[in-house]
């Protein structure tokens, strides 16, 4: 990890405080930060290797809206083979290098039966129902034992950034995601279940980076992209079509994400 650190304040002179990591789609976000500093994940010390397509690893720093702000591409998913360690180490590293805002974007299944393809669901908590948690192990993060996860996913900034998108005309919605391993999509009777037990979208992602975060303390504001509608709702899913309506969606993530920039910090 110090090397990492090392690696990013030789390169970067000023850290932001505020950090987004880019989901399945929505990677070309990244190219609206101005002035920027691209450094490849694999270059960086220690940081583990994703291989999924539409997750180019690259952290880039540079400025939107005025901010100065961090792009994570291509995170690392759990189903690549990484132990949930490496599937968080972005999140130790961001904290250690004083980032202290995270907006978590991932595509998602509508399981809520009027999310349909292409809605903007803000994440207002979550499930875990990856059997997973990135905190087992010896507590050496400098956070509680036990965080508390009651306001993970912070209200306040969660009531303003939906302010935001009202303002530019954005249509969203709130909901609760439930994170699962894949990378086999789910069944039918999954999403059933799911739908019963309260949850809105599902994908394979977000859920240990969010426990990460909650554990510094750090804020963190969660945006689903409905990609498809979940397993049993449409016919058969595939990863090209959760990769075409996050490109489709861009435009709208951009403008709420810069507006999320301008206003809510
Ligand atoms: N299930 C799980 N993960 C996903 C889905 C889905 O339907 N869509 C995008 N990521």
């Known amino acids: 990890m110090q090397d990492a650190i090392q690696y990013i304040r030789t390169r970067v ?8 990591i880019l989901g399945s789609g929505l990677g070309s976000l990244a ?3 101005l002035n920027a500093i691209v450094l490849p994940t694999a270059d ?7 291989t999924v397509e539409g997750h180019s690893g690259k ?15 291509g995170r690392v998913h759990f189903y690549e ?12 590293l961001l904290h250690a290098l004083g980032i202290t805002h995270l907006v978590v974007t991932n595509a ?3 399981i809520n039966d009027t999310f349909r393809p292409g809605t903007i669901m803000f994440i207002h908590d979550h499930i875990n129902m990856t059997g997973q948690n990135p905190l087992i192990g010896p507590n050496g993060d400098g956070g509680p034992r036990f965080p508390d996860m009651s306001n993970p996913y912070d209200s306040d900034w969660l009531r303003k950034a939906e302010h935001a998108a009202l303002k530019r005309g954005i ?18 009777a999954e999403i059933k279940f799911f739908r019963t037990i309260g949850a809105d979208a599902v994908g394979m992602s977000t859920v240990p980076e969010v426990i990460q ?14 990609t498809n509608m979940a397993s049993g709702m449409q016919g058969p899913l595939n990863h090209q079509e959760v990769m075409d309506m996050g490109i489709a969606m861009r435009s709208d993530l951009e403008t709420l994400v810069k507006g999320i920039v301008q206003e809510t910090l």
């Open 81 to 92: 083979g990484h132990n949930i360690r490496n599937v968080t180490f972005p999140i130790r």
């Open 213 to 226: 975060a909650a554990y510094f303390g750090m804020k963190v504001l969660g945006i689903s992209t409905i």
């Open 108 to 110: 998602a299944g509508g």
């Open 59 to 73: 952290l880039i720093f540079g400025e939107l809206e005025g901010s100065d702000v961090v792009f994570l591409q």
């Open 171 to 188: 249509a969203t919605r709130k909901g609760v995601y439930i994170g699962v391993l894949g990378p086999s999509y789910e069944t039918k």
């Open 31 to 33: 190219e609206s930060a």
């Open 13 to 20: 002179n000023r850290v932001p405080k505020l950090a987004l």
């Open 44 to 50: 960086i010390p220690d940081y583990p290797r994703s």
